[in-house]
């Protein structure tokens, strides 16, 4: 990336399933394709477009992530959580993940923006196995407060000054790919969770452990499975991101605004 653009971001932002559009606001920018990048594969998720963006949002100097890696994809948890820390390494001290995510708690339906107030790590995983990286963070790092305060409190901030409403609530992370059954999300509601998808807290881990002040916002693209009875697709969380990914965006771009 230091090959393409000496651009140093102030913020990361990983844009999940069908919230790419973000990335097209993006002025005087690079984008680079994941396989472009030493040790990188391509992206597989459909929806994701899978590249790395420098540029500004409104002056703001920011790196975004168009898709992402899944563990469902094969990927080892360590690779996952590379695009996390090298936005970290790129310069980046505050990081937002969003994602596309099946609605736990009954009362956030399709289109809800849900500020993740913390998350459950259900995926078996973890991105810090193995030898620690001592100079990256430390071997067991504290996650009381993976999802900042203050940063939740400025997306909130964000969302009034832009007229959207935003939710809170808790994502539990799955390993995926199948949707879960209604059994899984009647126990994960009873586990606390108001959100479950695929991605997010690897990369979450990760970049707290490295240093990073790190947020996040879940669209809810769909009841979870067992709520409504119809089956759950791939097309229906890329329709609801469509709808609703806008939304978001606003959001977004007035909280990297604001840290300026
Ligand atoms: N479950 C898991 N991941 C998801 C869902 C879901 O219902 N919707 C979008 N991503």
């Not at 990336?1 to 000496?6: D, K, Q």
């Not at 452990?209 to 916002?217: D, K, M, P, Q, Y």
Request: proline residues 7%.
């Amino acid at each position: 990336m230091r090959a393409r653009t000496a651009l140093v971001p102030a913020v990361g932002v990983v844009l999940g399933s069908g919230l790419g559009g973000l990335a097209d606001e993006l002025s005087d920018g690079v984008a680079v394709p994941f396989a472009e990048l030493p040790g990188w594969p391509a992206a597989g998720a459909p929806g994701h477009a899978g590249r790395l963006l420098l540029g500004h949002l409104d002056q703001v100097p920011v790196v975004m992530l168009q898709g992402r890696l899944h563990l469902y994809e094969g990927h080892d948890p360590g690779l996952v959580v590379q695009p996390a820390l090298l936005m970290g390494r790129l310069g980046a001290r505050t990081i937002v993940l969003t994602n596309a995510a099946g609605g736990v708690n009954p009362a956030f339906g399709p289109g809800t923006l849900m500020v993740i107030a913390d998350h459950l790590n259900l995926t078996g995983r973890s991105p810090l196995l193995g030898a620690n990286a001592d100079k990256i963070g430390p071997r067991f790092p504290d996650l009381t407060a993976v999802w900042a305060p203050d940063l939740r409190r400025a997306l909130h901030e964000a969302g009034q000054a832009e007229g959207v409403e935003l939710a809170e609530g808790v994502y539990a992370g799955l390993l995926g790919p199948s949707y879960e059954t209604p059994a899984e999300v009647r126990m994960l509601r009873t586990l606390g969770a108001d959100a479950v998808g695929m991605s997010t807290v690897l990369e979450a881990i990760a970049a707290r452990w490295a240093g990073l002040a790190v947020c996040g916002v879940s669209l809810i693209t769909n009841a979870g499975a067992g709520y409504t009875g119809k089956p759950l697709s791939h097309e229906e969380v890329l329709a609801s991101g469509a709808e609703a990914g806008p939304r978001l965006g606003h959001v977004i771009r007035r909280f990297v605004r604001d840290r300026t």
